[in-house]
């Protein structure tokens, strides 16, 4: 499979994911999820992502996406 194929198969997930992604954190990580400030909303930072991996050795990945969100810190 080419790269191009595979990020074709990718594309319908990474949108569902960026457009409900509290809702896959609910589902798949719950714990992470509740801990998360969802009132100041998460960024997807997947263009940042793509540079680091054209600066990375090439080899197996597992990251394909990459969000920033807010955690309260304990007082």
Request: aromatic residues 6%; contains cysteine; charged residues 40%.
């Amino acid at each position: 499979m080419t790269d191009a194929s595979r990020d074709d198969d990718d594309s319908p997930w990474k949108e569902a994911l960026e457009r409900d992604f509290p809702d896959f954190l609910t589902l798949l990580f719950p714990r992470i999820h509740t801990a998360i400030d969802w009132s100041r909303g998460h960024e997807s930072l997947d263009k940042e992502l793509q540079r680091v991996e054209r600066d990375a050795e090439s080899g197996r990945r597992h990251a394909d996406t990459l969000a920033k969100v807010c955690i309260p810190c304990a007082r």
